[in-house]
Nanobody
Framework: QGQLVESGGGLVQPGGSLRLSCAASGFTFSRYAMSWYRQAPGKERELVTTISSAGGTTSYADSVKGRFTISRDNAKSLMYLQMNSLKPEDTAVYYC?????????WGQGTQVTVSS
Protein backbone atom coordinates (compact mmCIF):
# COMPACT_ATOMS: atom_id res chain seq x y z
CA GLN A 1 0.00 0.00 0.00
CA GLY A 2 1.48 3.31 -1.04
CA GLN A 3 2.04 6.04 1.52
CA LEU A 4 2.96 9.71 1.28
CA VAL A 5 4.06 11.87 4.20
CA GLU A 6 4.40 15.65 3.86
CA SER A 7 6.57 17.81 6.10
CA GLY A 8 8.01 21.30 6.24
CA GLY A 9 4.90 23.38 6.74
CA GLY A 10 4.64 26.16 9.28
CA LEU A 11 4.08 29.84 9.92
CA VAL A 12 5.99 32.32 7.75
CA GLN A 13 5.79 36.06 7.19
CA PRO A 14 4.74 37.47 3.82
CA GLY A 15 7.69 37.47 1.46
CA GLY A 16 9.27 34.54 3.24
CA SER A 17 10.13 31.05 2.04
CA LEU A 18 9.35 27.47 2.96
CA ARG A 19 10.40 24.11 1.56
CA LEU A 20 7.92 21.27 1.72
CA SER A 21 8.94 17.63 1.40
CA CYS A 22 6.91 14.56 0.48
CA ALA A 23 8.33 11.15 1.38
CA ALA A 24 6.97 8.18 -0.55
CA SER A 25 6.95 4.50 0.34
CA GLY A 26 5.18 1.30 -0.67
CA PHE A 27 5.18 1.90 -4.42
CA THR A 28 7.65 2.49 -7.23
CA PHE A 29 8.05 6.25 -6.85
CA SER A 30 10.03 6.73 -10.07
CA ARG A 31 7.11 5.48 -12.18
CA TYR A 32 4.64 8.06 -10.92
CA ALA A 33 3.99 11.64 -11.91
CA MET A 34 3.70 13.65 -8.71
CA SER A 35 1.72 16.71 -7.77
CA TRP A 36 1.20 19.25 -5.03
CA TYR A 37 -2.32 20.40 -4.24
CA ARG A 38 -3.56 22.87 -1.67
CA GLN A 39 -6.83 23.59 0.06
CA ALA A 40 -7.61 26.86 1.80
CA PRO A 41 -10.41 27.13 4.37
CA GLY A 42 -13.80 27.16 2.66
CA LYS A 43 -12.31 26.54 -0.78
CA GLU A 44 -11.96 23.60 -3.13
CA ARG A 45 -8.70 21.68 -3.28
CA GLU A 46 -6.65 23.05 -6.18
CA LEU A 47 -3.73 21.80 -8.21
CA VAL A 48 -0.56 23.79 -7.56
CA THR A 49 2.11 22.01 -9.58
CA THR A 50 2.97 18.70 -11.26
CA ILE A 51 6.23 16.97 -12.15
CA SER A 52 6.66 14.06 -14.53
CA SER A 53 7.98 10.69 -13.39
CA ALA A 54 11.55 11.41 -14.51
CA GLY A 55 11.37 15.04 -13.45
CA GLY A 56 11.90 16.51 -16.88
CA THR A 57 8.51 18.17 -17.24
CA THR A 58 6.82 20.50 -14.78
CA SER A 59 3.73 22.67 -14.80
CA TYR A 60 2.44 25.33 -12.43
CA ALA A 61 -0.76 27.12 -11.61
CA ASP A 62 -0.62 30.74 -12.74
CA SER A 63 -0.96 31.89 -9.13
CA VAL A 64 2.40 30.36 -8.14
CA LYS A 65 4.38 30.54 -11.38
CA GLY A 66 7.75 32.15 -10.84
CA ARG A 67 7.54 31.76 -7.05
CA PHE A 68 7.25 28.00 -6.46
CA THR A 69 9.54 25.24 -7.76
CA ILE A 70 8.75 21.53 -7.73
CA SER A 71 11.50 18.92 -7.80
CA ARG A 72 12.05 15.28 -7.01
CA ASP A 73 14.79 12.83 -6.06
CA ASN A 74 13.83 9.41 -7.40
CA ALA A 75 16.80 7.73 -5.70
CA LYS A 76 15.42 8.83 -2.31
CA SER A 77 11.68 8.66 -3.17
CA LEU A 78 11.29 12.31 -2.22
CA MET A 79 9.50 15.25 -3.76
CA TYR A 80 9.95 18.89 -2.82
CA LEU A 81 8.15 22.18 -3.16
CA GLN A 82 10.28 25.29 -2.75
CA MET A 83 8.00 28.24 -2.04
CA ASN A 84 9.42 31.76 -2.26
CA SER A 85 7.86 35.21 -2.00
CA LEU A 86 4.96 33.75 -0.05
CA LYS A 87 1.71 35.68 0.14
CA PRO A 88 -1.17 35.46 2.63
CA GLU A 89 -3.29 33.89 -0.11
CA ASP A 90 -0.88 30.94 -0.18
CA THR A 91 -2.19 29.94 3.25
CA ALA A 92 -3.61 26.43 2.94
CA VAL A 93 -3.09 22.78 3.74
CA TYR A 94 -0.68 21.42 1.15
CA TYR A 95 -1.03 17.83 -0.05
CA CYS A 96 1.19 15.66 -2.21
CA UNK A 97 -0.34 13.22 -4.64
CA UNK A 98 1.10 10.33 -6.60
CA UNK A 99 -0.39 9.35 -9.94
CA UNK A 100 -3.24 10.67 -12.06
CA UNK A 101 -5.22 7.46 -12.53
CA UNK A 102 -5.74 4.41 -10.33
CA UNK A 103 -3.90 3.78 -8.15
CA UNK A 104 -3.61 7.28 -6.72
CA UNK A 105 -2.05 8.05 -3.35
CA TRP A 106 -2.50 11.14 -1.17
CA GLY A 107 -0.61 12.41 1.84
CA GLN A 108 -2.27 13.69 5.00
CA GLY A 109 -1.30 17.31 4.34
CA THR A 110 0.87 19.95 5.98
CA GLN A 111 -0.35 23.39 7.04
CA VAL A 112 1.25 26.49 5.57
CA THR A 113 0.26 29.81 7.11
CA VAL A 114 1.51 33.09 5.69
CA SER A 115 0.85 35.91 8.12
CA SER A 116 2.57 38.82 9.80
Amino acid sequence: QGQLVESGGGLVQPGGSLRLSCAASGFTFSRYAMSWYRQAPGKERELVTTISSAGGTTSYADSVKGRFTISRDNAKSLMYLQMNSLKPEDTAVYYCKAGSAWPVYWGQGTQVTVSS
